[in-house]
């Protein structure tokens, strides 16, 4: 069972959410915050907290990752055909491949390339799962269908057809094929301090010990900002039902037990009045004691009215209106010397006002981003505004008289006196008012003194009135009634609060009696009740946050990382070994990282595997920062090759674009190493470099493979259309020559219809080919491959068939010269007569011609030289 297939058995026992994330591990790299947040709804969710978006998981499915196949099992993959809504691909293409060796499919970039590999990828059930396959967005909506294709495979020899549709089950026989690209090229490099190599699949639990740690950070969180204020009940606690309720409030206190307590009978009520006056009555310490309490409520109202009037007394209408004033002056001063500085020229209705300076402000601050070579204004005349991003020209001289304007002294004092101003009005307007008397505490003053309870809620609206009027005032400069005193209750408040107090000292005095203890508990549990349903809410939603942070630790013990850790190392026993690090260092070696090593180490921490290959970098640093993208890419090339050697069966391989970021010299260490592959299994290579392209053909003859080589190009009928013929530029002479043969019957069709334009343009392109074929004749006949600008090497084997007469020298000047009169830039604008189609067709039998003879005489030279030798030693052994 591969390392996949056990993930998948081992999250069957998984919660859903848990494995949720073990599939969005394997869909991609990394986990994105809407991931994150997703997994943290699904936890919670599992634990009672439910989700405002009802998000439900999607755990990890047989369908999502490679269908197990037998090693004895071989899948061959012959042809890609009829992909339907695949981007803008034309729709009846073949695409076949090369049942061994190494086929190629060649592309450019937009020739429909990519829709063939992401097909492939989905359909083969590879890693990378996150380019989305969209139909053909030139169709009309209701016509863009589903995307299709069908594949023409052989398993064991059997041929047969499977078909994949997206979004449904990919066809089990291709998984068998193994996908390398660059997005999962870095998901071989573990970029975790311990900077260790960790096999596809071992890695998805380190990934999720790391999704549990981010989901202990906001379970943290969350539980922090649950927690209820308990504070608030104290007075709530005693030795009463209700006290003992409120000492022991937790998750498991309900409602009910809440609603019992907070509930009194029309009876109840009654008899809790009746004690308490009684109490109050009999018991004069208790009365001193509720008279003090009295008089601290009315104290505190009388403190609050103190403060609150302070905030907007007479020293502080004074202060505004005198930032006000003066930012008017200067306001007005900076709007005339706007007004004179508008005059000099025709400037917009507007011009140095405050959205005018706005403007101007926003100008200087993009001019950092889109100019950082400029110090604003100074910016020039040939560069873009940054506003409108057309050239400056004259604006540029504006720009400094615009700045100039700004850096006025009237300007200046007209901003910084505005800055005062709304430096003090700010926090005036963000005060508030109000002097907290609750219900009671007014009811208890009304009580005492109606006028008073009447002159305290008035005082409050005149507060509230003023600091409206002085908001209205820093506005308008409209002061009137600004400066009328008010009539402030404090240190009538603060006098009743006084007579309280020495009521209650008189009682406290006088009173010796001793408390009726029976009675006083009967009111304290009474009372205690009318207080609780008086806060009866509140209870109610400080249990709800208890509930929730039991949920929440619940969560917490969901994520603990040791089921994780157990499961990667029972893995990591059976596919980390010294068979791996041994395959790795030979990869690493043959793709030119050789400086790079792994080792058998062992280790096991929050998920990560006991046993891990360790890298042995030069430096303690990420191999992100040490090594060079194309290291990277070749660590992943090789890494990617030692885990599908080591698998057991010898199914094919597809590379998308292997070799991006790679220099010449790593380009041919990998065309190597897939020719030496391709003698074992079927390798498929998509790719847009051409250098790259030869590279492969040249190896894989060297090593013997078959190699076949196919072009996807982009023709009326859409992307994507397959070509068994390579471009231009890859073909040997012998198909160059008859490429130009084909162009020329179209360039003689053209000239027949008179379409004189493009048949020059044809014949021009046809001489510039013309003229490549020549140089690619020199190389590959002339000079018989002993060197070749797509090989690194020289085969002096070769040199047996060259020789260079002086009629090839002339051949060979005379037909690259004639090209290059047509082929440069002054055939296209019309400075050179073109060629009539017959003497094109004429210039290119002649490079035929000489070809084939050339091809004849290094033939018969080369056999001639190779039994040179022998020849001269038989005639010397026969001399008398």
Same mark, same amino acid.
Request: glycine letters at 6%; charged letters at 25%.
């Given at each position: ?524 549990? $009474? +009372?205690? #009740?009318? /207080?609780?349903?008086?806060? !009866?809410?509140?209870? *109610?939603? %400080?249990?709800? =946050? ?115 970021? $790679? +220099?010449? #010299?790593? /380009?041919?260490?990998?065309? !190597?190493?897939?020719? *030496?592959? %391709?003698?074992? =299994? ?129 051949? *060979?000047? %005379? ?66």
């Amino acid at each position: 069972m591969s390392i996949l297939q056990e993930i998948l058995v081992w999250t069957q026992g998984l919660p859903l959410w848990q494995s949720d994330a073990v599939a969005r591990l394997l869909a991609k790299q990394t986990l994105t915050a809407e991931d994150q947040d997703d997994l943290f709804a699904l936890l919670k969710a599992t634990h009672g907290i439910s989700d405002p978006k009802d998000r439900k998981p999607k755990p990890l499915t047989a369908d999502q990752i490679p269908a197990p196949v037998k090693v004895a099992t071989h899948v061959e993959l012959r042809a890609m055909k009829n992909m339907l809504h695949v981007n803008a691909i034309a729709e009846n293409q073949r695409l076949p491949f090369g049942a061994s060796g190494i086929t190629v499919i060649y592309g450019d970039n937009g020739s429909g390339k990519s829709g063939y590999s992401r097909v492939l990828k989905r359909a083969c059930r590879a890693r990378d799962q996150m380019e989305a396959i969209h139909p053909n967005a030139n169709l009309p909506t209701g016509k863009a269908g589903v995307p299709e294709a069908s594949f023409e495979i052989a398993v064991n020899g059997v041929a047969r057809d499977v078909h994949w549709t997206n979004g449904k089950a990919a066809p089990p026989e291709l998984s068998s094929l193994a996908i390398f690209d660059s997005r999962c090229a870095r998901a071989y490099l573990d970029s975790e301090d311990d900077f260790s190599y960790v096999p596809y699949g071992l890695d998805v639990f380190e990934g999720l010990a790391k999704v549990c740690k981010q989901l202990k950070a906001l379970i943290d969180t969350e539980y922090a900002q649950s927690a209820p204020d308990l504070t608030a009940f104290a007075l709530l606690q005693g030795d009463t039902p209700v006290g003992k309720l409120i000492q022991t409030l937790s998750a498991r206190t309900t409602k009910v037990q809440i609603e019992e307590l907070a509930t009194l009978t029309p009876e109840g009520l009654v008899n809790h009045a009746e004690l308490g006056q009684s109490l109050k009555e009999n018991n004069p310490k208790e009365k001193a004691t509720q008279l003090r309490l009295r008089a601290r409520r009315v104290a505190a109202v009388a403190t609050n009215a103190t403060n609150k009037e302070a905030l907007v007394d007479q020293a502080v209408v004074a202060k505004l209106r005198g930032l006000a004033d003066a930012y008017r002056t200067a306001k007005a001063a900076a709007a005339l010397a706007a007004e004179q500085f508008k005059e000099c020229e025709n400037l917009l209705p507007g011009t140095g006002g405050e959205a005018w300076r706005d403007l101007f402000d926003a100008a200087r601050k993009f001019a950092v981003e889109s100019h950082p070579d400029k110090v604003f204004p100074e910016l020039g005349a040939d560069v873009p505004c940054p506003l409108c991003q057309q050239p400056l020209d004259e604006g540029a001289a504006r720009l400094l008289r615009f700045e100039a304007f700004i850096q006025q002294e009237a300007e200046k004092t007209s901003q910084a006196r505005r800055a005062a101003l709304y430096a003090e009005y700010k926090p005036f307007i963000a005060q508030v008012l109000t002097l907290n008397l609750d219900d009671v505490t007014h009811g208890e003053i009304e009580v005492l003194d109606s006028q008073l309870a009447a002159d305290v809620k008035a005082f409050e609206l005149a507060l509230a009135a003023r600091q409206e009027a002085l908001k209205a005032a820093v506005i308008s400069h409209q002061w009137d009634g600004t400066d009328q005193a008010l009539i402030s209750p404090a240190a009538r408040l603060q006098a009743l609060a006084d007579k309280l107090n020495a009521e209650a000292t008189t009682l406290e005095k006088a009173s010796d009696e001793k408390a009726r203890a029976a009675l006083q508990k009967q009111f304290d549990e $009474l +009372d205690a #009740r009318v /207080r609780l349903s008086q806060v !009866k809410d509140a209870v *109610v939603t %400080a249990v709800r =946050r208890l509930i929730r942070q039991a949920r929440l630790s619940q969560c917490m013990s969901a994520i603990k990382t040791n089921s994780i850790s157990l499961k990667a190392s029972e893995l990591a026993e059976k596919v980390v070994s010294k068979e791996l690090a041994d395959a790795l260092n030979r990869e690493f070696k043959a793709l030119g990282v050789g400086t790079l090593r792994v080792s058998l180490q062992s280790r096991s921490d929050r998920g990560k595997a006991l046993h891990k290959l360790k890298l042995e970098l030069p430096q303690s640093r990420s191999p992100v920062e040490i090594l060079s993208e194309g290291e990277q890419r070749a660590v992943a090339i090789g890494s990617f090759l030692a885990e599908v050697g080591l698998n057991g069966g010898k199914d094919g391989i597809v590379f998308d674009d292997p070799v991006s970021s $790679l +220099d010449h #010299r790593r /380009r041919e260490r990998v065309a !190597k190493r897939l020719a *030496v592959e %391709a003698a074992q =299994r079927q390798v498929v290579v998509f790719t847009h470099d051409i250098y790259f392209l030869c590279l492969l053909a040249e190896e894989a003859k060297l090593a013997g493979v078959p190699v076949a080589t196919q072009s996807l190009t982009r023709r009326a009928e859409g992307f994507g259309v397959a070509d068994p013929d390579l471009p231009f530029e890859g073909k040997n002479a012998s198909k160059r020559i008859g490429a130009l043969k084909a162009q020329h019957q179209a360039i003689a069709k053209l000239h027949k219809d008179g379409e004189e334009q493009e048949h020059r343009k044809q014949t021009v392109e046809a001489y510039f080919r013309l003229r490549m074929t020549w140089e690619r004749a020199v190389e590959e006949v002339l000079l018989r491959e002993v060197i070749l600008r797509f090989r690194k090497g020289v085969e002096t084997q070769r040199l047996a068939g060259v020789v260079v007469e002086d009629d090839d020298y002339a051949q *060979v000047n %005379a037909g690259m010269t004639k090209c290059s009169n047509y082929a440069h830039d002054k055939a296209f604008v019309g400075g050179v007569a073109v060629p009539e189609p017959d003497e094109l067709l004429a210039d290119i039998m002649a490079l035929e011609t000489w070809r084939a003879q050339i091809d004849k005489r290094s033939g018969e030279t080369a056999k001639k030289r190779k039994a040179g030798p022998t020849v001269a030693a038989s005639a010397a052994m026969a001399a008398p």
